[in-house]
């Protein structure tokens, strides 16, 4: 079975959220900022993936969300992308992610590692004019 994940671009008066992974030896994303995202559970749809994660990563609910874009990456994982909107802009780490803030639109590729973002589908780097 391939794994599936999805990300979230949580928008919210013109920012983006953004998490901190906390650091461990076993993950691109260790130690820096990121799109949230979380691995789906078996039977889990996109949906309620991306309600848990954004729920554990940054103690908040999601409201809707549209599908963006697709990709695999070199490991093999199915992530959909969406842009979600949120019931609040309280934001807290939790789970795996040591702080979560909101940054404006044109600034996220300034906190996001440019590693990862280079593994972005095309449409995300567009969608951050990148």
Known sequence: MNRKAVAAIVLQAGKI????????????????????????????????????GLKEEAGIELLAARFLASHITPKGTRVNWYEGIPSTTDIMPGSDVSEVKWVLKRNVAKFCDSESISLWPKEIREYFDL
Do not use: M, Q, V, Y
Request: glycine share 8%; with cysteine.
């Open 17 to 52: 959220l953004i998490a901190k992974k906390i650091k461990c030896d076993n993950s691109i994303l260790s130690g820096k900022w990121h799109i949230p995202g979380e691995t789906l559970e078996e039977n889990e749809d996109d949906f309620d993936g991306l309600k848990r």
